[in-house]
């Protein structure tokens, strides 16, 4: 059964870091491109960030560029997510997704973990 | 950047088709994704480039594209049917993944 596990949300104050990962079984996780994706409260999914099935290709959306830092481990089936910088508007559940083999779309997403930024 | 447009709301009677649009500049040249989402849960992958229903997912699911306008159909509407529909394309240009911003599907 292919499952994705996040974690690492926390309350965070304004300027702070904080480190998500997401768990991967069930599946060939280095065969997969994954993403993270964050739904702010009450609002509509917003993609965050993409990384290719080795590593080597990475994307961000404008509104991480240069706070956000995505990477993953294939030998630990895991994907991460590093956020500096926090802002109040990164308030959100961080979902991790994968992408469906042969041709974009996430078929896959973990139940969130939520990251809450106040002071 | 590329935008897609989708309605806030969208009724439909029970066991009638609920049609959700998803608009955007030429999206009939792009392949088009939509998931559903309850309350509190993960979204959920129901169409796939455009028309493609994931394993699991009832066949009353269906989607079109062309022109400047994707379409979600569910056919036979029910009560379960009850979520937010998000559509979703790739745009190269920007090396973006780009969501819409939501349409909550309400069954009368």
């Known amino acids: 059964e292919v499952q994705l596990v996040e974690s690492g949300g926390d309350l965070v104050q304004p300027g702070g870091s904080l480190r998500l990962s997401c768990s991967a079984s069930g599946f060939t996780f280095s065969n997969y491109k994954m993403n993270w994706v964050r739904q702010a409260p009450g609002k509509g999914l917003e993609w965050v960030s993409y990384i290719s099935s080795s590593g080597s290709t990475i994307y961000y959306a404008d509104s991480v560029q240069g706070r956000f830092t995505i990477s993953r481990d294939n030998a630990e089936n895991s994907l991460y997510l590093q956020i500096h910088s926090l802002r109040a508007e990164d308030t959100a559940v961080y979902y991790c997704?994968?992408?469906?083999?042969?041709?974009?779309?996430?078929?896959?997403w973990g139940q969130g973990t939520v990251v809450t930024v106040s002071s | 950047s590329y935008e897609l447009t989708q309605p806030l709301s969208v009724s439909v009677a029970l066991g009638q088709t609920a049609r959700i649009p998803c608009g955007g500049y030429?999206?009939?040249?792009?392949?088009v994704h939509w998931y559903q989402q309850k309350p509190a849960q993960a979204p959920v992958l129901v169409i796939y480039a455009d028309n493609n229903r994931p394993s699991g997912i009832p066949e009353r699911f269906s989607g079109s594209n062309s022109g400047n306008t994707a379409t979600l159909t569910i056919s036979r509407a029910q009560a379960g049917d009850e979520s937010d529909y998000y559509c979703q394309v790739w745009d190269p240009t920007a090396a973006d993944w780009v969501f819409g911003g939501g349409t909550k599907l309400t069954v009368l």
């Open positions: 997704a994968r992408e469906r083999l042969g041709g974009a779309a996430f078929d896959f």
């Open positions: 030429n999206i009939g040249g792009k392949d």
